[in-house]
């Protein structure tokens, strides 16, 4: 009998490993690498946006999607050669230290609170998004944080911080920090009967919301603007200036933002290009849209209306 | 809430519809996985076989270490091999950052120290029970390693599946030095990680239930040639 030894099956591992190689390096064609947030992966905005850029381009880009606070510190360290993230004071101390050498408003939607469908802590009512976290920590009904530094989580804390509630304090008890995604944080918050703030992309493209409804938005507090940065090659030469700027300039411009409005998830538009009207040719404005305003309405009116 | 069943008739369309992102996606963790173990195989079993004939000072510590790091939290080796290959790195120039490459690299070091220990183990049962008949013959102990090597081949095949266990199914490791790119490093557990996060869970647990089928047939066709080498 021919004994196909284990020293003689070992050759067989690397071959197949070797045969199976190509398929792990498949597409060499020039790329960039997009540090975004998990909200534009999760709802399939990129699904729906990077095709028609690659189409235009030959550009590919490669998406890692962590949340903002994650995001930056890959670009800090030089692994992503532009940013797509949602938090705007992390986003200029980015570029105010070197670090981004341009910031674009690209688009916004808003954050809504998603809660068990019978309302315990009775925010669907509430006059805004501080009083309705009031009526949350009032009733210690659970809330689930996402804990993780993310865009929403700097928001959410902010919030906390604008009711006068030090939620930290109560972690552990009804303030839940998951340390975690939108979407873990969702599934938490869904298993949990909690509270919790989601931006309305991922929540309007999450599968498992069981009795969880949108109970809170339309506040201006909860806006929630986009910018992309494209990371300064002074501080790190193997940045891919050119192509980065490519995809910012395609993003901002006409294609990208018909590409944006264009999306839809449920029927639901969930982003906005933003600024509503875009006639700088670099498209470079500083302004958020409404911000600090509260007005009770929905992000189409939001849209239809800003500032 | 999705039960088990539906999970189950939901793998097996994807299976029988041939999805072409599910095959890619399942060749990508094949590939990355068989390439550690390969790797880590090739360093772990002679530096198992040496553990177990050689005797030299602080033997005992080394072999306590390479147990020690079967525990190695997948998670850890990701941010280590991440300060290693990020741009910010001693490595950075090599742009290794986000590719397959780095995920063979960071599943090495994960598996590496389970074959060596399980090599170590078994050799040294056999080396016990050849050492005199083997020493009678004027074979001095690090002569003696290949022979231990082929004579052990059976338990080095079973270390070399512990360690592909160890690789196909770990996340944290490949999440963070592959990032989860589609189409270029996205294997079935990140995969299985954003659908779950999604709130895709039907989904996510049929991705789970074709991981376990991968494993059957790696695990079936090395056993398989283990009994024709042994002729059972």
Redesign the interface.
Known sequence: ???????A??PL??L??LA??P?????ERPFI?LAST?STE?SGLF?HLLPRFTARTGIAV????VGTGQALRLAR???ADVLLVHHRPAEDAFVAEGFGIERRDVMYNDFVLVGPAGDPAGIAGAPDAVTALRRIAAARSPFASRGDDSGTHKLERELWAAAGIDAAAASGTWYREMGN????T??AAVAMNAYALSDRATWL??????THRLLFAGDRALLNPYGAIVVNPAR?P?VKVALARAFVDWLTGPEGRAAIAGFRVGGEQPFFPWPKDRTDARGRTGSVPGHGHRRQESTAAIAAAPG | MPDLWEAARLALALIVAGDPELVEIVARSLAVSLSAVAIACLAGFPLGALLAVVRFPGRRIVIVVVYTLMSLPPVFVGLLVYVLLSRSGPLGVLGLMFTPTAMVIAQAILVGPIVTALAHRALRGLYVEYRDQLCSLGARPWQVAPTLLVDGRTELATAALAGFGRAIAEVGAVLIVGGNIAHVTRVMTTTIALETSKGNLALAMALGLILLLIALAVNAAVLALGRDARGT
């Open positions: 009998m021919p004994r196909p030894t284990f020293p099956l070992f591992v690397v197949l490993a199976l190689a398929v792990a390096r498949a597409g690498t998990t999760n699904a490669r998406v890692i999607a360290n030089g692994d995604g939108m979407g873990a969702l599934n493209a999450f599968g498992n919301r069981g790190h193997q």
